[in-house]
């Protein structure tokens, strides 16, 4: 029997798309912006690194989101277990919209967090960085959530 190439490698670029995702909003909260703040405390090159920092990810982000959809989508259809997006019919699906639920709501902090936090003028810029990185940590929890979800349904019995 020919080893399934095809499915392996769509699901090795959902990893990696997922990885680079949550494994970059992890390493940006806990070592990079404490390791500026350390080197640089609250200075116009901290907010400088911070904010090159961030454009530069968000294009790492904003190809995960995308890579992350096709792969998904790829999955799903292999599966033969999904019945349609956001569908609760079983037990399998309802797990599965309840991550795409979460993966939406990752999608949606990361856009506000890079798009919309730093044009929103009544807010000082003390509070829009203590914004960024409130939104930066809830969206790791989300992230960590959904990885919880693709483990639990990679163990759960084929219907």
């Given at each position: 029997m020919a080893a399934p190439f095809v499915p392996i490698?769509?699901?090795?670029?959902?990893?990696?798309?997922?990885?680079?995702?949550?494994?970059?909003?992890?390493t940006l909260a806990?070592?990079?912006?404490?390791?500026?703040?350390?080197?640089?405390?609250?200075?116009?090159?901290?907010?400088?690194?911070?904010?090159?920092?961030?454009?530069?990810?968000s294009i790492f982000v904003y190809v995960s989101m995308v890579g992350l959809i096709l792969t998904g989508l790829l999955m799903a259809k292999q599966s033969g277990q999904s019945t349609g997006?956001?569908?609760?019919?079983?037990p399998y699906t309802t797990i599965l919209s309840i991550k795409h639920i979460l993966y939406i709501l990752m999608i949606l902090l990361s856009i506000f967090r890079s798009l919309?936090?730093?044009?929103?003028?009544k807010l000082t810029p003390p509070v829009k960085?203590?914004?960024?990185?409130?939104?930066?940590?809830?969206?790791?929890?989300?992230?960590?959530?959904?990885?919880?979800l693709s483990a639990y349904i990679s163990f759960m019995p084929t219907v």
């Open positions: 490698i769509i699901t090795t670029l959902h990893n990696l798309f997922t990885a680079l995702w949550i494994g970059g909003m992890l806990f070592a990079v912006f404490p390791s500026i703040m350390k080197v640089f405390g609250k200075s116009k090159e901290t907010k400088l690194s911070i904010s090159t920092i961030k454009k530069r990810m997006f956001l569908t609760f019919g079983n919309i936090i730093d044009k929103l003028d960085e203590k914004l960024n990185m409130i939104i930066l940590i809830i969206n790791i929890l989300v992230g960590i959530a959904v990885l919880f």
